[in-house]
DNA sequence: CAAAATGTGGTTTTT
DNA sequence: CCACATTTTG
C-alpha cells in the first residue's frame, strides 16, 4: 500500500486512495490517467474489496484490456479475474443477456451494427413509400442514434414538437415513423443495436427497480474512464447505479471532449459536481508524457476556448524545454506528404525509430498521400481505420451464419447469405419471402422453413432449393448448443460450400479472403482457448463468441509488431502518445473543418481535437499545411489553419523556405530555423486566399439556367437558396462563392453544383 | 446473375 | 478524383 503512494504524486494518490464518496478526477493531458485508474483499482482489492464489487467502464476494448493486464500485474491474476472491466457496451451487453426476458428479448439476441441498421432503414423507407434522396440511411441513422442516446423513444419522439419540426426543417419529417418501425423491426429479430445496449439497460433499470437494486448492491465500486465522452444515456445510467453518496470515480478531460459530433455531452462532466455535490474534485495538472514548449503551445491553443473547467497543465522542473514546435509549408498535399517523409528519414535512428512516429490527420481522406510518399521513401507505415477487418465481405459472411444458427430470426444475417455461396435463391425469391413474412408479421425464417403455409408464390425449383437451405441451417442448429463455436465455425466454412468457394479462385483477391477466414477462424479458437481456461468453463458456445465479437473494432486487432510509423487521424490517436508528431493538413476548411466555421461550439470541439493532436507528442511536434490541396478532382487553394495563429509564438518556429529538411547523412541536425513570430490574419488577408497562381476574378459567368453575378439569388438543391458573393475561374474550374440562407458560405465548383438562377 | 455503365456525393466514428 | 451504390446490359 504505501508502495502505491511511492509510486504517486500527492495528487495521484489523492484519487487513489479518495474512495468514500463520489470524486472528480480532472487528467490533463499526459498526467497519468491511466496510472490513477489502474492503481486506484489495486489499491480497493488490496484493502480487501471484492474484484465482484468493482465496476469498470471504459469506451474501448484496448482501454479495457490495458487497464485489466496493469491491474493483474500489480495484484495479480487471481484478484483480478473477476473485475467488471470493460466497455461500456460490453458491460451492458452482458447485462442485458441475463436480464434479457424482462425487456422482451431472448438472450440469445444479435448485435446489429451499422450495416445492418442501414440495411433495415433503407428497406422501411422504401416501404413506406418515402423518397431515398432526402431519407438518406446515414442521416435517418444518425437521427435515430442522437434521440436514442438522449433516451429518447419513439413514442416520445413522435410527441415532441421541436423534434418533428427540425426533422422537417431538414425534408425528413417523417424519421419518428421510421423510427417506431426501426425498433419494432429490430425487437422482431431479436436483436438491438449498438445504442440500444445503452438504452435498453437504462429502461431495464428504469422499469425493473428490483434489478437496478441488485447491480447497485453489487457494484460498490463505480469507475468511469473517459468521462468527458459520455453521452446523455451512459450518464443516465451511471447516475442510476451511483446514488449521490456512492463510490463513483469519473476520471476524464474535457479539453480532450471531441465525440460531440456524436452525442458525447461535454457538460456532463462540467456539470459533475451540481448532481454530485459531495464529489471531490482532484486535479492532476502534472503532464509526465511532453516537453516544456509542447505542453506550453497545448496550454496557449486550449486558454482560446470558453467554458472549461478551470487548470493549467504544467511540466515538472526537470523536464526539458524541447525543441519549440515547427511549422511547415507546403506547395501542396504531395509536398506536404514529401517533406514529412524527408523529415522521418533525416530523424530515423537519431531521434526517433518509426514506431515512435505518428502522423495524425483530420479525415482519413488525407491519408492517401502520405501512403504515395512513404511507399516511395521505403518507410515502413501502418494505417489505423479504413475499412475494419470485422466489415471485410468474406469475414461478415461466415459471421452472418454463424448469427442465424444462434439467433435464427436474425432477419439481416438471413439475407445476408441466402444466396452465398450461389445456391440460385435470387433477389426475387428473397423478395417474395419477405413480402411473405411482413404479411403475416411472423419472422423470416419461419416463412423460409414453410414458404407455401405462408402463401409465398414461388416456383417448384424454387422451393427445393429455399428447403436444402432451410435444413443446412437447421442442421447446424441442432447441434449449437453442444458444440464448441470453433468447431461449429469450421463446419459452417466447410459444409455450407464457404471454403469451396473461397478455393474456387486462386487470385490474390481470394488468397487475401482465405487469409482472412483463416484469421476469423484462428480468433474463434483463441476465444474458446481462453474461455476454457479462464473461466474454467467446459466450452465455448457461439452464443458466448458473437457478442462480444460483434464489439469488436480493428483497432483491436494485433499486428506484426515490427516498427511503423502510425498514420491516423487525431481522433483514433485519442489515448496514445508518441515520441514524434506530425499534425498535417492545417488548413482553413480542413482543420478546423468547414462546417464548423461558423459553429462556436463545433469550433471549440475542433480546438479541443487540435490539442489532443498536439499532445500526442512527446519530444517533437510538426505542424503542417499545404497551400493548394487536390480534392474532389480539383486543386483547392487555401490558406493556413487559424488555429496556427493562435499558438503563443514563443513555442513555435516556422521552417525558413529555404530551410532544407535535413539529410540523413548530415552528423548534425540542420541550422536552427529561423523564428517567425506568428501573428493573427487580417480579416482582409483571411478572406484572400494564400495561392501560388491566383485563378481569376470573374465578374459573370454563365451556366445553363442564366449568368451568375455578385449578387445574383441562386436555388442548390441541398443548400437552399443564396446570393452569390464572388466568382473565379473559367471552364470546368468555374468557381462560385455564395451564402447561403441557413447553412452559410460555400464554395462550389459550377461543374458540380447544380444551381438555379431565382431572379432576372 | 455478374460485369459494365452510370450516378452520387464526399468530417471525425471508441461501440 | 475516387469510392460506393444503383441501374443497365450481356
Known amino acids: 500500500m504505501n508502495d502505491f503512494q511511492k509510486q504517486l504524486n500527492a495528487r495521484q494518490w489523492e484519487a487513489v486512495s479518495y474512495c468514500s464518496g463520489p470524486s472528480l478526477v480532472i487528467a490533463g493531458a499526459g498526467s497519468g490517467k491511466t496510472r490513477v485508474l489502474t492503481y486506484k483499482i489495486a489499491y480497493l482489492l488490496e484493502m480487501g474489496v471484492s474484484p465482484f464489487q468493482i465496476l469498470a467502464l471504459t469506451f474501448t476494448n484496448k482501454a479495457a484490456r490495458e487497464m485489466r493486464d496493469r491491474i493483474a500485474a500489480i495484484v495479480g491474476p487471481e484478484k483480478s479475474r473477476h473485475l467488471a472491466a470493460g466497455t461500456f457496451h460490453s458491460i451492458f451487453a452482458r447485462i442485458l443477456r441475463r436480464e434479457a426476458a424482462a425487456l422482451g428479448y431472448d438472450r440469445d439476441y444479435t448485435i446489429y451494427d451499422e450495416t445492418d441498421t442501414r440495411s433495415i432503414l433503407k428497406n422501411i423507407v422504401r416501404e413506406l413509400g418515402l423518397n431515398d434522396k432526402d431519407y438518406k440511411s446515414s442521416k435517418i441513422a444518425h437521427r435515430i442514434s442522437m434521440a436514442k442516446n438522449s433516451l429518447i423513444l419513439p413514442d416520445a419522439y413522435s410527441a415532441d414538437r421541436e423534434l418533428i419540426q427540425r426533422d422537417q426543417r431538414a425534408q425528413v419529417g417523417e424519421t419518428h415513423r ?31 427497480p428490483e434489478v437496478l437494486e441488485h447491480y447497485r448492491k453489487r457494484f460498490a465500486y463505480i469507475l468511469v474512464d473517459e468521462y468527458q465522452d459520455t453521452n446523455t444515456a451512459q450518464f443516465r445510467i451511471i447516475r442510476q447505479l451511483a446514488p449521490p453518496e456512492a463510490n463513483l470515480c469519473v476520471v476524464g478531460d474535457d479539453s480532450q471532449s471531441i465525440y460531440g459530433f456524436r452525442g458525447a455531452e461535454i457538460g456532463n462532466i462540467l456539470n459533475f459536481q451540481q448532481v454530485y455535490p459531495t464529489a471531490r474534485l482532484i486535479k492532476l495538472e502534472q503532464n509526465y508524457r511532453s516537453t516544456r514548449n509542447i505542453v506550453g503551445a497545448a496550454n496557449s491553443i486550449i486558454s482560446h476556448n470558453q467554458g472549461r473547467i478551470p487548470k493549467e497543465v504544467y511540466v515538472a522542473e526537470e523536464k526539458e524545454d524541447g525543441a519549440p514546435l515547427q511549422i511547415i509549408e507546403a506547395y501542396s498535399d504531395k509536398d506536404e506528404a514529401l517533406r514529412v517523409a524527408r523529415q522521418i528519414i533525416g530523424m530515423r535512428g537519431r531521434q526517433a525509430n518509426y514506431d515512435e512516429i505518428a502522423v495524425l490527420y483530420r479525415t482519413n481522406a488525407q491519408s492517401r498521400s502520405f501512403e504515395e510518399a512513404f511507399q516511395n521513401a521505403n ?9 475494419s477487418f470485422y466489415q471485410r465481405k468474406e469475414v461478415k459472411d461466415v459471421i452472418a451464419y454463424l448469427r442465424c444458427i444462434v439467433n435464427p430470426n436474425d432477419e439481416e444475417a438471413l439475407v445476408r447469405i441466402f444466396n452465398y455461396p450461389a445456391r440460385g435463391i435470387g433477389e426475387t425469391t428473397v423478395r417474395k419471402l419477405r413480402a411473405a413474412a411482413a404479411e403475416h408479421d411472423v419472422p423470416l425464417w419461419d416463412v423460409v422453413q414453410a ?19 432451410a435444413a443446412l441451417l437447421q442442421s447446424f442448429q441442432k447441434v449449437v448448443e453442444a458444440t464448441g463455436a470453433y468447431e461449429m465455425a469450421v463446419r459452417v466454412v466447410e459444409e455450407t460450400g464457404i471454403k469451396r468457394d473461397l478455393l474456387s479462385d486462386d487470385s490474390p483477391e481470394a488468397q487475401a479472403r482465405r487469409e482472412n477466414v483463416d484469421e476469423l477462424l484462428n ?31 480493428d483497432q483491436d486487432r494485433r499486428d506484426d509488431g515490427s516498427p511503423k510509423v502510425s498514420l491516423m487521424t487525431i481522433h483514433a490517436a485519442k489515448g496514445l502518445e508518441f515520441g514524434v508528431v506530425f499534425v ?3 488548413e482553413e476548411e480542413l482543420f478546423p473543418a468547414a462546417s464548423a466555421r461558423y459553429n462556436p461550439r463545433e469550433m471549440e470541439e475542433e480546438r479541443r481535437l487540435f490539442y489532443v493532436a498536439v499532445t500526442r507528442a512527446e519530444r517533437l511536434c510538426f505542424l503542417t499545411y499545404a497551400k493548394a490541396r487536390w480534392m474532389y478532382g480539383q486543386m483547392q487553394y487555401g490558406a493556413p489553419s487559424p488555429f496556427l495563429a493562435e499558438i503563443d509564438s514563443r513555442f513555435v518556429r516556422k521552417a525558413s523556405d529555404f530551410a532544407r529538411p535535413e539529410r540523413a547523412a548530415s552528423p548534425k541536425p540542420a541550422a536552427q530555423p529561423t523564428p517567425v513570430r506568428l501573428r493573427r490574419l487580417s480579416p482582409l488577408e483571411q478572406s484572400r486566399p494564400a495561392t501560388i497562381e491566383q485563378p481569376r476574378q470573374r465578374d459573370a459567368i454563365a451556366i445553363g439556367s442564366g449568368t451568375l453575378r455578385v449578387g445574383t439569388r441562386v436555388e442548390h438543391e441541398r443548400f437552399g437558396r443564396g446570393t452569390v458573393v464572388s466568382l473565379e475561374g473559367s471552364g470546368i474550374s468555374a468557381k462560385a462563392r455564395i451564402a447561403f440562407e441557413g447553412s452559410g458560405e460555400k464554395n462550389l465548383l459550377l461543374k458540380f453544383a447544380k444551381l438555379k438562377v431565382l431572379d432576372v
Open 178 to 208: 421510421i423510427y417506431a418501425l426501426y425498433q419494432r423491426r429490430l425487437q422482431q429479430a431479436n436483436a438491438m443495436d449498438f445504442d440500444d445496449l445503452l438504452l435498453n439497460t437504462y429502461l431495464l433499470f428504469y422499469r425493473f
Open 379 to 387: 518507410i515502413p507505415y501502418r494505417m489505423y481505420g479504413g475499412l
Open 584 to 586: 498535417v493538413g492545417l
Open 523 to 553: 480468433s474463434i479458437r483463441t476465444f474458446e482457448a481462453d474461455q476454457l481456461e479462464e473461466q474454467g468453463r467446459e466450452l465455448a458456445l457461439l452464443s458466448d463468441y458473437l457478442p462480444q465479437v460483434a464489439l469488436l473494432t
Open 451 to 469: 414458404p407455401l403455409d405462408f402463401g409465398a408464390d414461388i416456383n417448384r425449383g424454387t422451393q427445393t432449393k429455399v428447403a436444402a437451405f
